[in-house]
């Protein structure tokens, strides 16, 4: 690559013929812009310029420099010898290539017509400092450059003495770059570190920089572990064109055989697509503990999206295992909950319009997938009207929802509703901020399988068919004020708000199933929603007040901090719908609150909090804390959660999890990682990494011990290192 661009700088000496062709004799110290190779204007200087019409040479002596389309080459002496159609450079030769490439030689000797040449000690300088260097090369073909003695390395050299050996390098008899295949070709080659010779390779090759995407072998992954044995995995990449291509990824393991995994993508002009999956024949342990031998196991993991038009997509995604340890058994993921889906979506000015369908795959050990719901369609529109309707700043919305859910075993459900309201805002004369709004959620519900009053989706007497519906508005006035104070080491916002819901009691008939509302929780985000909970099924019924006060704090040093407290009153019993434990069972409800911190920029400190309102207990409570620099950094987050009955996910949970890290220089970094279960008083997973990263080089290495049991899925010790050589690729193993 940089031999082609000197051939080409050095071939601007061919246009001094141009100018001095007719005149003969001596220039001195002359700029002369003219019409040059390929009609490129060039520009020369130099302290000489002779032409010799009885030899038929043209030569540029003295600090010479030529200068054509953003390429510079500068030389004590270049010569044409028109007889003979080469161009020779000598003395301090050096190119400069528009992308920031330097080249520099001894000697260039080449053709006029590019093809053929020869240069003596080349050292070639990349724009991301990689260096190339060679005691002689030969072009042939006007696309061969045949290296002799060749070193190449992309790494800095030693600030103190630069003539210490750079941390890697490859050197090589022979290094050829073939401009046409686009490959950079070695032979007799050593790979070294720090100038000592670790690795000796017969033949190498990788793609040249100009290559982006080439089908071949990708560094391959080496490992053991319990349930795999000792394992490798070679990937095989294979660019299908310029807009697609596939993955394969073997896994041989001495436990567990042959894994075929593989990964195909392609990119379309309206849209692209994604298909990832893995199959194998290997023993599995069923959930009872019985060891299924031979058994077919795999997964698919896909996804894709369009665009039909300017207001118009539809995509996929497509998540689906075999069994439920799979994907964690071969560190394919970790999730609990696989989701399929498929949907059209349109947007257009304040209009959205979405339909898709959904189904989903339980991982846990106690999942029934056949009691996992398929909903199809979920059809959503939602639309909200220009400002100034009826009233001035007022506007109109409308949400509508039709879901059709199903099951293989267990109660159906078809719903369709429409929550319509009429919103009006108003900044009253003394800063005082309005809003008024009247809504009204209409539902209708068509069932099977439902008991009412029960959460069991598949009841064991379930009744047959069923239809009910409600009518459920909802008026609402908020009102805030927020203050400011300027001072010259703070400004503040101090900001009450106050908001008053009227609505029907009791509005959540035992006969509507509740299927989207399932998680509930409480906190400073929703405290002023209408409808507190996540879906539709499930409506936050009854008159109620909601009140918090929040203050905002803003530094000089651009730093802040914020703290806000917030309640509710219910002026009647809420047992029907909020569950004990959740912080909303009784007339007046828990503290929701929130503290946040930022004085410097390295201190940040996040506390989310719910408070009994008796006895200021906490009953939910959420740190996180980033302090530090990079030099010295500790992540810590805490998670609590006391006796919640209103989701069946977590219950009583208390958990810490924390990071220190350290960048100890600018290549050099360290870091342990500890996450710990306080309520069964056990670690769950430690790990300790510490890794080396420069311009050149990288390589990382973790150690790390979990503690998580589930069928074929066992506490394990596990290490993990990987290696990157900057051009040539990476290896990875543990």
């Known amino acids: 690559m940089a031999w082609g661009g000197l051939g080409r700088a050095a071939a601007l000496a061919v246009a001094i013929v141009g100018s001095v062709a007719g005149t003969g004799g001596t220039v001195a110290a002359q700029e002369l812009d003219f019409g040059g190779l390929e009609n490129t204007p060039a520009l020369i200087t130099a302290d000489e310029l002779i032409y010799d019409e009885a030899n038929g040479r043209v030569v540029a002596s003295g600090n010479v420099e030529i200068a054509q389309a953003d390429r510079v080459l500068l030389a004590d002496k270049v010569t044409y010898d028109i007889n003979a159609d080469v161009v020779t450079a000598e003395g301090n030769v050096t190119l400069i290539e528009p992308g920031g490439e330097t080249v520099s030689a001894d000697y260039v000797e080449l053709t006029g017509d590019l093809k053929e040449g020869f240069v003596r000690d080349i050292r070639v300088l990349l724009a991301d400092n990689t260096r190339i260097a060679a005691a002689s090369g030969t072009r042939t073909g006007g696309n061969r450059t045949e290296f002799e003695k060749g070193v190449f390395s992309p790494c800095e050299l030693c600030r103190e003495d630069p003539t210490r050996p750079p941390l890697w390098q490859i050197k090589a008899n022979e290094v050829i770059h073939d401009q046409e295949a686009h490959d950079v070709i070695y032979h007799d080659a050593w790979i070294e570190f720090f100038g000592i010779p670790v690795l000796y390779t017969p033949y190498l090759t990788h793609p040249d920089p100009t290559v982006d995407r080439r089908s071949g072998f990708l560094a391959p992954t080496i490992g053991t572990s319990d349930f795999l044995g000792y394992a490798y995995q070679q990937p095989y990449f294979w660019a299908l064109g310029n807009t697609a291509d596939l993955t394969v990824s073997p896994i041989l393991s001495t436990e567990q055989g042959i894994n075929l995994t593989g990964e195909f993508r392609q990119l379309f002009t309206d849209g692209e697509v994604r298909i990832a ?46 069994d439920d340890t799979y994907l964690r058994a071969y560190d394919f993921s970790t999730e609990r909950t696989l989701e399929s889906q498929a949907y059209l979506e349109g947007l257009k000015g304040r209009n959205r319009a979405a339909v898709r369908g959904l189904a989903y795959q339980g991982l846990r050990r106690d999942d029934d997938n056949d009691e996992f719901p398929i909903v199809a369609p979920l059809a959503e529109y939602n639309f909200a009207s220009e400002p100034g309707q009826l009233l001035p700043g007022g506007h109109y919305t409308v949400d509508a929802n039709l879901m059709a859910l199903s099951r293989i075993e267990g109660r159906d459900s078809r719903r369709v509703s429409v929550v319509s309201g009429y919103h009006l805002p108003y900044v009253g004369p003394i800063g005082d901020v309005y809003e008024l709004t009247a809504q009204l959620q ?43 104070s300027q001072q ?19 509005s959540n008939p035992d006969e509507i199933p509740n299927e989207d509302s399932l998680g509930f929780e409480f906190d400073d985000t929703n405290l002023f929603k209408l409808n507190r909970f996540a879906g539709r099924d499930l409506v936050d019924s009854g008159t109620r007040i909601d009140y918090g ?32 434990g959740s912080g909303l069972e009784d007339k007046l409800s828990d503290f929701v609150g929130r503290v946040q911190i930022r004085p410097l920029e390295d201190l940040d400190l996040l506390y989310r909090f719910r408070l009994d309102k008796d006895d200021l207990a906490a009953q939910r409570s959420e740190v996180l804390l980033d302090i530090g620099p990079p030099a010295l950094n500790l992540d810590l987050s805490y998670f609590f959660i006391n006796n919640d009955s209103s989701t069946s996910e977590f219950g009583d949970r208390e958990e810490v999890a924390f990071g220190i890290s350290s960048r100890l220089n600018e290549n050099w970094r360290v870091g342990f990682r500890h996450r710990r279960d306080l309520v069964e008083d056990r ?19 973790i150690a790390q011990r979990s503690n998580y049991s589930d069928g074929e899925i066992e506490e394990d010790d596990s290490i993990f290192v990987r290696v990157v050589f900057k051009y040539l690729g990476e290896v990875a193993g543990g």
């Open 277 to 322: 999956g893995s199959a194998t024949v290997a023993d599995r342990e069923d959930r009872d503990g019985q060891v299924s031998e031979n058994r077919f196991r795999g997964h698919i993991d896909a996804e894709g999206q369009f665009e039909i038009d300017e207001t118009w997509r539809w995509g996929f995604q497509a998540e689906r295992t075999t």
């Open 442 to 484: 209409t539902d209708g519900y068509w069932t099977h399988g439902v008991e009412p009053g029960s959460a069991d989706v598949n009841p064991a007497n379930a009744p047959g068919s069923d239809t009910t519906g409600r009518f459920f508005p909802q008026l609402a006035a908020k009102w805030r004020y927020p203050w400011m």
């Open 488 to 506: 010259s080491w703070l400004d503040q916002v101090i900001e009450p708000t106050v908001q008053l819901v009227v609505s029907p009691n009791g």
């Open 549 to 580: 006060f929040e203050w905002t704090g803003l530094f000089p040093n651009n730093g802040s901090a914020s703290a806000f407290l917030g309640q509710s009153y219910r002026f009647s019993e809420s047992n029907d719908v909020f569950a004990e």
């Open 683 to 701: 670690a769950l997973v430690s790990s300790i990494s510490l890794a080396y990263e420069d311009e050149c080089f990288t390589i990382e290495g």
